[in-house]
């Protein structure tokens, strides 16, 4: 998979994805948005317009990039359990992560978003510019 | 043709190349193409589970067997990784412990959601065979994602 990074200002950027995301992948993802963050950025747009396929890998991915946009320390990756349980919990509390938010899914992965419930606690919109807005 | 087989090294380097198999083999076998995302799913979610949780970076193989059945697409994949059932996974549950946990993860919630056919058995020596079995048609599949 192949990552792009557009930085929109010091605190925004946008990770654009190309390919496949799953699990010889996935961490690599969540390694890139932590750096980003610890450069100072706090708005995390990941555009998967290009994003061909998406695994329960990456949705572990999401969520720790998730938490780690929220300031908090990103779960343990193999733990896909806790992860989803994590998930689960904030949909059922109504929290939302404002500083992490998802662009333009396909009609696969955006269907994998609702099943899971991911979409109920980030932010997700039809293309890159209206994520960049919020 | 009426089946596919292939055999790979079990790594998750072979991922992509698993995908790529079941594309091209549910275009052979007339698998409507909105059906088709989701039975990628099933293959890639167990496969990663034997690689990660069965054979836990020991060497090893992966064999997926590939047929049309009628109206279903099934898919055989064996190992040789230790035994493990996931009918033995628990359900979605909140309140479960994490060292409760059981070997494998979110990936078998999705395959269960993904496919009609979701059956295990123990090979006599040793390993696992998985049956996986989703209609080849997109609509009356079960689950929401294709």
């Not at chain 1, 980003?36 to 999401?62: H, I």
């Not at chain 2, 060292?99 to 009609?116: F, H, K, S």
Request: aromatic share 4%.
């Amino acid at each position: 998979m192949k990552t792009t990074i557009d930085r929109v200002s010091d605190s925004v950027a946008v990770l654009a994805m190309d390919g496949e995301l799953d699990a010889s992948n996935y961490q690599a993802l969540i390694d890139t948005g932590q750096s980003l963050y610890g450069e100072g950025v706090r708005t995390l747009v990941l555009d998967l317009s290009d994003l061909k396929y998406m695994s329960s890998s990456g949705l572990v991915a999401v969520h720790s990039l998730a938490l780690v946009y929220r300031g908090e320390a990103p779960p343990d990756p193999e733990a896909g359990w806790q992860a989803f349980h994590a998930v689960q919990a904030d949909a059922d509390s109504g929290v939302r992560h404002e500083s992490l938010r998802l662009a333009a899914p396909s009609d696969d992965i955006g269907t994998m978003l609702d099943r899971t419930g991911i979409n109920r606690f980030l932010p997700v919109f039809a293309d890159r510019d209206s994520a960049l807005a919020g | 043709m009426t089946a596919t087989d292939l055999h790979v090294e079990a790594s998750l380097d072979e991922l992509a190349d698993i995908r790529a198999h079941i594309r091209s083999a549910a275009e052979t076998f007339g698998v409507d193409p909105a059906a088709v995302g989701g039975l990628v799913q099933a293959v890639d979610e167990w496969v990663t589970n034997v690689i990660v949780h069965g054979y836990q970076g020991a060497a090893g193989q992966v064999h997926i067997h590939v047929q049309r059945d009628g109206n279903d697409i099934v898919v055989r994949i064996r190992d040789s990784a230790p035994v493990f059932d996931p009918a033995t996974a628990p359900a979605f549950d909140p309140d479960l412990p994490l060292e409760r946990r059981p070997l494998g993860g979110l990936g078998i919630a999705l395959i269960r959601e993904l496919c009609t056919v979701f059956d295990h058995r123990a090979l006599p020596d040793g390993g696992n065979e998985v049956t996986l079995r989703r209609p080849a048609a997109a609509a009356g599949r079960k689950g929401v994602a294709t």
